[in-house]
């Protein structure tokens, strides 16, 4: 079973940043290819990045190319998302996911989700 913790989420201004963790366990980490998502009042949960198993390649959906940055550290099992140039459209609960299909996971393919952790945004 994999348990996974976010943290760091928040209230602040547009234009800030923010950096959100992932805490990982029960199985090796490294194994784990790791995704972030987030789910907007009223909206469906969407795809925001994900990185590889040793963190050599990763990919953003469009609206935060530039501006998020997703990283891992093995030794620490913990991924991040660094946000910054934050807008209010950015305003959601940010989940972090991960899957262990063994291969690069389609959107659906991340089964085990953290809680959440809420990012607002101010305008």
């Known amino acids: 079973q994999v348990q996974l913790v976010e943290s760091g989420g928040g209230l602040v201004q547009a234009g800030g940043s923010l950096r959100l963790s992932c805490a990982a366990s029960g199985r090796i980490f490294s194994s784990y290819f790791m995704g972030w998502f987030r789910q907007a009042p009223g909206k469906e949960r969407e795809f925001v990045a994900d990185i590889s198993w040793s963190g050599g390649n990763t990919d953003y959906t469009d609206s935060v190319k530039g501006r998020f940055t997703i990283s891992r550290d093995n030794a620490k099992n913990t991924v991040y998302l660094q946000m910054n140039s934050l807008k209010f459209e950015d305003t959601a609960v940010y989940y972090c996911?991960?899957?262990?299909?063994?291969?690069?996971?389609?959107?659906?393919?991340?089964?085990?989700w953290g809680q959440g952790t809420q990012v607002t945004v101010s305008s």
């Open positions: 996911a991960a899957s262990i299909t063994g291969r690069t996971p389609t959107r659906n393919e991340y089964y085990y």
